[in-house]
């Protein structure tokens, strides 16, 4: 049966309305978990405040734990957006103690283990600290700033920022002011896994290879750890025995998306990877959460100029987010320093939805006028082009296996691409210019 044009549009515009309400289409949203306005208040939702929100680390019991950066704490929001402090007085210092009576010195990024032990880059104390389940606060490693080697307080960082864990109890840190990744073991013990303490460009073995100001890090299930490089511009692959390699990015400050080799990023703060290999990256300078296959394609997944929007993540804004997480039913969260905010991206339909959105990339992005898909286990029939108010401007049908798009006969400007395929419907956003 031949479908006319006013059937068409009106397809595509229940199918959009039924987009924006989450009804049995796939999309994600971004939506704000907690906090306004900088300062420091507990409370619920939108009345709590936090100042400068970075790193975040999410539990299995649904808390998300914040670094509270300028506040010098460490914050807790349960998954009603209660928040509460979990650590720190709010006076800068070194001190060990429990909950509220501990002290940090700008803690930057966060960590959590299979224990719900949570591990705090507590970047200008130059040590990385341990929070117990409980809330006992002690410090792992690290005592005045250097560079050295050892165990517990004997072992020196310069200003850490970063940090992640393995399975098997390998915290692993972003040394920036070393220009190093640093390995310490469960009991304490820190040797230097990658980097010569020289800032600079090289890939290759952990004693020849190069940083430029390696600001985050998270490990994959085979242990290899991905780490930004806030001033490289750049993604950083290193192996479980310390080989270096580029992942993504070419090292200019930019924002375009695409193959690893040709992507480029604009200072990307923070890292995470979640059970399928695909890593998401908090690139603070183009306000935005850029998504990166296992196979190396770059994409802007939410955000696009500095702002405050909730919705949908092809129109939602953030003000210079620096950290990232994700959970294990994919909800994703974010601090967002500049905004002074916690907000999270979660899929309408759960972890089915989101590992559809995960099998299918589109690059480059923004394009002049071609569309390149990489396809994992999918197959299109057809796609409805959508502008900024959910019209129809263009339709594509019979694929036939072809994964280019054509957008010549588009004016330059903000698109969703409504995406049918053998699997359910994906929503991907585009700038055409």
């Known amino acids: 049966m031949k479908i006319t044009t006013l059937q068409r549009n009106l397809k595509s515009s229940l199918l959009f309305l039924s987009f924006l309400c989450g009804m049995n289409v796939n999309s994600q949203?971004?939506?704000?978990?907690?906090?306004?306005?900088?300062g420091y208040l507990d409370g619920l939702g939108l009345a709590a405040r936090f100042n400068g929100?970075?790193?975040?680390?999410?539990?299995?019991?649904?808390?998300?734990?914040?670094?509270?950066?300028?506040?010098?704490?460490?914050?807790?929001?349960?998954?009603?957006?209660?928040v509460s402090t979990f650590a720190g007085s709010g006076v800068q210092g070194s001190l060990d103690a429990t909950g509220t009576m501990a002290q940090f010195n700008y803690p930057t990024q966060l960590a959590?283990?299979?224990?719900?032990?949570?591990?705090?880059?507590?970047?200008?104390?130059?040590?990385?600290?341990?929070?117990?389940?409980?809330?006992?606060?002690?410090?792992?490693?690290?005592?005045?700033?250097?560079?050295?080697?050892?165990?517990?307080?004997?072992?020196?960082?310069y200003y850490p920022e970063g940090v992640a864990i393995d399975n098997a109890g390998n915290v692993y840190v972003a040394d920036a002011g070393n220009h190093a990744i640093r390995k310490i073991t469960a009991a304490g013990v820190v040797t230097t896994l990658a980097g010569t303490g020289d800032f600079g460009f090289a890939d290759g073995a952990g004693n020849v290879a190069k940083f430029y100001t390696p600001c985050a890090a998270a490990v994959d299930a085979a242990g290899n750890i991905y780490v930004t490089e806030k001033q490289?511009?750049?993604?950083?692959k290193v192996s479980p025995v310390g080989v270096v390699t580029t992942f993504a990015g070419n090292g200019n400050l930019g924002s375009a998306d695409g193959p690893a080799t040709?992507?480029?990023?604009?200072?990307?703060?923070?890292?995470?990877?979640?059970?399928?290999?695909?890593?998401?990256v908090a690139d603070a300078g183009n306000n935005r959460i850029r998504k990166i296959t296992a196979g190396g394609v770059v994409s802007s997944y939410a955000g696009s100029t500095s702002g405050y929007i909730d919705g949908l993540v092809a129109t939602a804004k953030f003000f210079y987010p620096a950290g990232v997480c994700v959970a294990n039913d994919g909800t994703i969260f974010i601090g967002e320093s500049g905004g002074h905010r916690i907000r999270r991206i979660s899929s309408t339909l759960g972890i089915d939805s989101y590992q559809l959105d995960n099998q299918l990339s589109v690059y480059p992005n923004p394009t002049s006028n071609t569309i390149h898909f990489e396809l994992n286990n999918l197959?299109?029939?057809?796609?409805?082009?959508l502008d900024l108010n959910g019209k129809s401007v263009d339709f594509k049908d019979h694929f036939n296996g072809e994964n280019t798009l054509n957008l010549g006969n588009l004016q330059d400007g903000f698109y969703t691409l409504q995406i049918t395929t053998d699997q359910g419907i994906v929503y991907k956003k585009i700038l055409k210019n």
């Not at 949203?29 to 900088?38: E, K, R």
């Open 29 to 38: 949203t971004v939506t704000t978990l907690a906090g306004s306005t900088s």
């Open 53 to 82: 929100p970075s790193g975040v680390a999410a539990d299995n019991n649904g808390n998300v734990f914040v670094a509270d950066r300028i506040n010098h704490r460490i914050r807790k929001v349960n998954s009603e957006g209660v």
């Open 112 to 157: 959590i283990d299979l224990n719900g032990n949570l591990y705090v880059a507590d970047a200008v104390n130059h040590r990385i600290r341990k929070i117990s389940s409980a809330g006992v606060v002690t410090t792992l490693a690290g005592s005045t700033d250097g560079f050295a080697d050892g165990v517990g307080n004997v072992a020196q960082f």
């Open 232 to 236: 490289g511009n750049r993604i950083r």
């Open 262 to 280: 040709q992507a480029e990023f604009n200072a990307p703060l923070a890292v995470t990877v979640d059970a399928t290999g695909t890593l998401y």
């Open 379 to 385: 197959s299109i029939s057809e796609i409805t082009i």
